[in-house]
């Protein structure tokens, strides 16, 4: 019965705040994610959760140099709470198809571990988010769904669906949501970023577990992308290794960092100066090493200031005594007012007509540049790709490692289906040499119509990759016999 009579206090409580005006307090440290909301009645009722493996052991008040007790402490879980998980899967990338089997058996060593107050589901994404199986389905649905899942997307829009699994997951109803988000971390959105996905998540109250899966050592960096989304939701974050393996410690405890912290209310007492404003509440957790403390100011409701009675007092009758009417003389126009009407507009049009003038002699100039005078002496090649179409484009190899593909990420990219995200690589090596390297191509890339994972390539080597085909050179074409060199779609030399 004191559980019982706990929990009810605590509920009453909540449902009285509800008619109250409620300010909103959200406060992310790297120590404890804190959610208030205070009413106009000294009433403030908070939720937190130690984002450290480490318990609380007591929690302090502190407002106007007083300590004030709090009630209705409880912690999570309770009998009552339920968790939601949402495992999210990037199965974008036909060459990543072993990352998604090992996924698939990942989820499977997640499922066994859920408590009863855990309910997942499980989506995938690559173009567009498909929820595979909604939260609430049953252990072997989930498993049974993450098997059938392939790699067959061919463009990443990592932050769009990032922030629709978030929002599926808002739906849930659930006192605590989570994540689990596996990516290479290879964002390809042009019209999304990172902090929309941060805003939807602190708005939605979802906590972001991201796992990165790199194919190599050189991609890794796009993991940064997805360790920054759990900083800042309050997530972890979990890199595998090389094989694809994820730590036992996580294998073993996956929801350590959300099934914890709890609830609790502060009265603040009527007895408070409500004549300062916004007092500052200062919440101090006690763990088992360094205190973990929080500041805030509080809004408190203002005094009700009643006027002292009064007797009344007879006022003098008004008279209104008629005012006399004055009449200007009309004025003429002075000279000033003729400047002012024509001489200042004429100047702007003659101003505006002279920046025209100077932005088309400009724009002529720029055309010559393009037109007439381009020269590689500012951009030094390395080597030369030559399409070998009619268009007979000539590509420089600026930098000692080129990347092809069909992200924006790549040196060189080429906007073509049959081309892969991350498709070769062209590196110059110290000795002079230039070596290509297949880097899990869907195609394949072919030189002189072998198949190759990596070959040293030699003046004059037809390189297949996809539809598109390439002559190496280390020679420039003679700029007045050929035609101008396409420098649309590299990126500058870094």
């Given at each position: ?109 997640l499922i066994e571990t ?255 540049i393009k037109q007439g ?14 399409s070998q179409d009619e ?104």
């Open positions: 019965m004191t559980r019982l009579y706990k929990y009810s206090l605590f509920a009453q409580a909540f449902c009285f705040l509800l008619t109250l005006p409620v300010y909103a307090i959200d406060i992310l440290t790297d120590r404890i994610d804190l959610k208030c909301s205070e009413s106009n009645s000294f009433i403030i009722a908070c939720s937190y959760r130690q984002l450290e493996d480490q318990s609380i052991n007591d929690i302090t008040a502190i407002i106007q140099g007083q300590d004030h007790v709090i009630s209705n402490h409880s912690t999570y879980p309770s009998s009552d709470s339920i968790t939601a998980i949402l495992f999210v899967v990037d199965t974008s990338d036909p060459g990543r198809q072993d990352v998604i089997e090992k996924n698939a058996s990942q989820i499977s060593g859920l408590q009863p107050h855990h309910i997942a589901g499980l989506a995938s994404f690559d173009k567009d988010l498909v929820v595979r199986a909604p939260i609430g389905s049953n252990n072997n649905t989930i498993v049974t769904a993450a098997a059938s899942l392939e790699a067959s997307g061919l463009t990443t829009e990592l932050y769009r669906n990032a922030i629709k699994a978030i929002e599926v997951l808002g739906r849930a109803n659930a006192d605590r949501k989570v994540l689990f988000l596996f990516s290479d971390g290879q964002a390809e959105d042009m019209a999304y970023f990172h902090e929309d996905v941060i805003n939807v998540a602190r708005r939605q109250g979802v906590i972001i577990n991201t796992l990165g899966f790199a194919r190599s050592t050189a991609l890794s960096v796009s993991l940064q992308t997805l360790r920054r989304l759990s900083e800042e939701s309050g997530g972890i974050y979990v890199e595998a290794d090389t094989n694809y393996d994820l730590p036992n410690s996580f294998i073993s405890r996956p929801l350590v960092n959300s099934d914890r912290g709890g609830r609790f209310i502060v009265n603040l007492g009527s007895s408070m100066d409500v004549t300062v404003d916004q007092p500052e509440l200062t919440l101090r957790f006690t763990t088992t090493t360094q205190p973990i403390t929080v500041s805030f100011p509080v809004k408190v409701p203002a005094p009700e200031i009643v006027p002292p009675p009064s007797q009344p007092v007879a006022l003098p009758p008004v008279i209104n005594v008629p005012q006399p009417t004055v009449v200007m003389p009309s004025r003429e126009p002075e000279y000033v007012d003729y400047l002012l009407w024509y001489g200042v507009p004429g100047a702007l049009f003659i101003l505006i007509l002279l920046t025209l003038f100077t932005l088309y002699m400009l724009s002529k100039k720029e055309k010559h005078n381009v020269t590689y002496a500012e951009v030094k090649p390395l080597a030369y790709l030559v268009k007979r484009q000539e590509f420089p190899v600026t930098t000692a490692t080129w990347r092809i593909g069909r992200s924006q990420d790549n040196e060189m990219t080429v906007d073509d289906s049959s081309i892969s995200r991350r498709h070769a690589e062209i590196n110059r090596e110290s000795n002079g040499q230039f070596i290509i390297y297949d880097r899990g191509s869907t195609n394949g890339v072919y030189v002189n119509d072998n198949k190759i994972n990596k070959h040293v390539l030699s003046e004059g080597d037809i390189i297949e990759i996809g539809d598109i085909f390439l002559r190496f050179t280390e020679h420039p074409r003679d700029f007045q016999l050929g035609e101008d060199t396409a420098m649309m779609q590299t990126r500058a030399p870094g």
